[in-house]
């Protein structure tokens, strides 16, 4: 062990008797920009003060090689996590039932700290550590802290100062001013990373915390003509039905995820031969349809204008459902409850869309 | 027929309640919901739904525009009643037929059915109280193409004579106007915000390069929605808050990539139809850089390029209707069993399978 070059990183040992000095010099260390090792319910942490660009460089060159993968950030509470992201009400959720805990909380970034903390889609992770010193000090420094493990990407994630010591080059020890040595943790694995930026809460690393998953089939479209195909499918599992209920496809997803594809693919099946615009103006399209012995009409209906969502049942969603008619519904969000409201009356098949790159779709489905 | 006649014409066709006097091919009135002076007659803003069910506003607006016309006092003084039967929201077309007919009926008048994407091809036509437009001295040269672009079409049009026309190609997916809105929300301009977008462009440097949508070169049909997904990949790489340079020169950029792809197959139309004059018609006309483009291209095939003598006459309104509806009114295209007169929510221009 070289100590020469050890000798600049100070141990200082934590107890409930040193806690106001621990704290004390570990805000004076990261508003100097330095970089502390932490104790958190998962591994040790690397920290820095989040809002300082100069130490965010030096994390990251502690951290070194490792893509673009974003830097985590550990906060106080919710309010301190809202200067930072905009939590969503999926986002809420999780803060509610999970935080302070080993969660870590993808929601999209406002963009007021260094990029390189964020994905390169825009989103940052935020948790909130169950660890009581952890959580004394970001409150104290009133920012967050990074919230990544002490570890050089793709070495162990260190428990103690040993493994710290063991695992990490003599280079790299050298960036490190401050270890909180809080004796060796339990083993504890990473936290669980799920996005909140998509529809459905995705579990990007799963940790302790599971997240309870909606059931349902996942497939992955690589194109508008399977997308379509896929819609078709559906539809003739659930063709039976129409003789006694309506169907309602209720299709949840981003702008350009391929909600209309869908809608087309549905056209295609039950034989109208029209082209399928987006029914965004109109608000609702419908095509009249005969095959298969039944006649009904498809309703394409778009509610991504409306303020509200129960102005559906002003342009006529009651008297829609009909046996023999499918109804397809974009921009599900805001008319969920209603729709499952009606769950006795017709036969509601869920789907849901993400962007995975630029030419595949994840989809959801379940009836 | 009379020499002057004159129709009271409505058209609740999707977001706008809207109400007018013609005489002949001039506007004497034209009442629409949205408008300023309308809610300064009827009191305050109109709450969303209201305007879109138009039940509340459809006599109000008739009202409004008797009244403005200064020319007919009652429903009684018209010659006929028009309304716009489709395309459009269904339940927003049930509103100003179910009137129409009424007044039809009580008043003894006869009915005019009018598809609105007519009526916006034809919205050109319209003289103003003065006898005053583009048409003014210029007689109609057939065969007339025109580029219709809204806010829920995109239709290149071909006009071979009164009531003679073929759709020669339409969006595959979202409409012109559509795209511009939702590029405005991505860019957190708020709905609507395609005029936004218009506003900010005149002032913004196209650097960002996009892909001009296009659809196969064979076909004059349109398709905005890989565009739309291209700049949302765009934006999701691009820092947020967006700097209002940025926003600016983003607008700027979309709205030439637009304009292009428009103007891309107005151009393909004009090669192989070889009209003797141009129209635009719709909301997205008012548009600077699509009507400056437009013109160009016009004007390298020497060709006349005409648009509306107002933007009132761009979105939604039911002068065009009234203008529209003379025209039919000439050829004795008249309602003739006005009990069974139903919307046609996918009315088209007779030649698509929407019918």
Not at chain 1, 150 to 158: D, E, F, I, V
Not at chain 1, 292 to 306: E, N
Not at chain 1, 353 to 363: L, N
Not at chain 2, 84 to 93: K, M, N, Q, R, S
């Amino acid at each position: 062990m070289a100590s020469g070059i050890l000798s600049q990183m100070k141990i200082l040992k934590c107890s409930d008797a040193n806690r106001a000095k621990v704290i004390a010099e570990s805000i004076a260390c990261l508003s100097k920009g330095g970089l502390i090792v932490y104790p958190t319910e998962t591994c040790y942490g690397a920290g820095v003060d989040a809002a300082n660009r100069t130490a965010t460089l030096k994390l990251l060159s502690f951290k070194g090689q490792r893509g673009s993968k974003p830097i985590a950030l550990a906060v106080s509470d919710r309010t301190m996590a809202s200067h930072y992201v905009s939590i969503n009400a999926t986002a809420d959720h999780l803060y509610r039932t999970f935080l302070p805990g080993p969660l870590t909380v993808v929601s999209r970034s406002l963009a007021t700290l260094s990029p390189s903390l964020e994905a390169g889609t825009g989103t940052l992770g935020i948790r909130i550590p169950a660890h009581p010193l952890a959580l004394a000090i970001i409150k104290r420094l009133g920012r967050p802290l990074t919230a990544t493990s002490a570890n050089t990407s793709g070495k162990k994630p260190p428990y103690s100062v040993k493994d710290f010591e063991q695992y990490t080059s003599q280079k790299r020890l050298a960036l490190v001013d401050l270890f909180l040595d809080a004796g060796t943790l339990p083993p504890n694995p990473p936290s669980t990373v799920v996005d909140t930026t998509l529809n459905e809460p995705a579990v990007l690393r799963q940790g302790e915390i599971v997240i309870p998953k909606h059931k349902g089939t996942t497939v992955v479209s690589g194109s508008q003509e399977e997308t379509q195909r896929l819609a078709g499918r559906l539809f003739s599992t659930y063709r039976k039905e129409l003789s006694h209920k309506p169907l309602i496809f209720a299709l949840q997803g981003e702008l350009g995820a391929g909600k209309t594809q869908f809608v087309k693919g549905l056209a295609k099946a039950l034989g109208i031969r029209t082209n399928i615009p987006s029914p965004t103006f109109v608000l609702i399209k419908e095509y009249p349809y005969s095959c298969f012995g039944i006649s009904g009409t498809l309703y394409h209906v778009d509610t991504w204008r409306l303020e509200k969502g129960d102005e559906v049942m002003d342009l006529g969603l009651g008297a829609m459902l009909r046996p023999g008619n499918v109804i397809a519904i974009e921009w599900l969000q805001k008319v969920k409850s209603l729709l499952r409201s009606f769950s006795d009356k017709a036969v509601i098949i869920w789907i849901s869309f993400a962007h995975v790159s630029e030419s595949e779709r994840e989809i959801r489905y379940q009836a | 027929m009379k020499t002057r006649y004159t129709i009271l014409a409505i058209d609740t066709s999707c977001d706008e309640t809207s109400a007018a006097v013609t005489l002949n091919n001039r506007v004497l009135s034209n009442a629409i919901s949205s408008q300023v002076e309308f809610h300064r007659e009827y009191g305050g803003v109109v709450p969303f739904l209201a305007k879109r069910m138009h039940e509340q506003l459809i006599t109000p607006a008739i009202l409004t525009s008797l009244a403005q016309s200064r020319f007919v006092k009652s429903v009684g003084d018209v010659d006929a009643i028009a309304v716009t039967v489709g395309p459009g929201l269904a339940p927003a077309l049930e509103i100003g037929i179910a009137k129409a007919k009424q007044l039809s009926l009580e008043f003894q008048k006869p009915l005019i059915a009018v598809n609105h994407m007519e009526s916006h091809l034809v919205s050109s036509f319209a003289l103003n109280r003065n006898g005053n437009g583009p048409f003014a001295n210029t007689p109609l040269l057939f065969p007339i193409l025109a580029l219709l672009v809204s806010g829920g079409h995109t239709q290149l049009v071909l006009m071979n004579g009164p009531g003679q026309y073929i759709l020669l190609g339409e969006t595959l997916d979202d409409a012109a106007g559509e795209a511009f809105d939702k590029v405005a929300k991505m860019l957190d301009l708020g709905y609507p915000g395609g005029s936004i977008i218009s506003e900010l462009a005149k002032k913004g440097q196209p650097n960002y390069r996009l892909p001009v949508p296009m659809v196969q070169s064979g076909s004059l049909n349109f398709s905005f929605s890989g565009l739309k997904t291209a700049c949302l990949y765009f934006l999701q790489k691009q820092k947020r808050p967006f700097s209002r340079r940025f926003t600016i020169d983003f607008a700027a950029s979309f709205e030439r990539v637009m304009a292009k792809a428009l103007v891309l197959k107005l151009t393909k139309a004009i090669e192989q139809y070889h009209p003797r004059q141009i129209l635009l018609g719709g909301g997205v006309i008012s548009n600077l850089t699509l009507r400056k483009e437009a013109r160009k291209i016009a004007k390298r095939h020497g060709l006349p390029l005409l648009v509306p003598y107002s933007k009132r006459l761009f979105t939604d309104n039911a002068a065009m209707v009234g203008v529209c509806a003379w025209y039919q009114a000439k050829r004795g295209d008249f309602v003739k069993d006005i009990a069974r007169l139903e919307r046609q929510p996918n009315l088209g221009f007779g030649n698509d399978e929407n019918l």
